[in-house]
């Protein structure tokens, strides 16, 4: 069984900065990418930014240039940076990743999410 947990959502006001953590613990052989989706009220869920093993990354238009995405493969964590908070940032975040399990099968795995409120 693979988990994921995410970490680091709180409230903020606009212009500040949050560091979102996912950790992923179990039965994990190796990990191939990870990454980030927000939902907000009422609205589908959007994909934000991944990250593969190897370190190449992509993110998502709307947050380029403000949010970044790291991974520390020792430790199978996932980080978002998100600078330049606005309100429409408002959000439940989650965390994702393509992970190998032990018994070898490459499965997709969410976490349960971590609230991001941008008000003043």
């Known amino acids: 069984q693979v988990r994921l947990e995410e970490s680091g959502g709180g409230l903020v006001q606009p212009g500040g900065s949050l560091r979102l953590s996912c950790a992923a613990a179990g039965t994990i052989f190796s990990i191939n990418n990870m990454g980030w989706y927000r939902q907000a009220p009422e609205k589908s869920r959007e994909f934000i930014a991944r990250i593969w093993s190897g370190g190449n990354r992509n993110y998502a238009d709307s947050v380029k240039g403000r949010f970044t995405i790291s991974m520390d493969n020792a430790k199978n964590t996932v980080y978002l940076q998100v600078n330049g908070l606005k309100p429409e940032d408002t959000a439940t975040y989650y965390c994702?990743?393509?992970?190998?399990?032990?018994?070898?099968?490459?499965?997709?795995?969410w976490g349960q999410g971590t609230q991001v409120t941008v008000s003043s």
């Open positions: 994702t990743a393509d992970i190998t399990t032990t018994g070898h099968l490459l499965r997709n795995f």
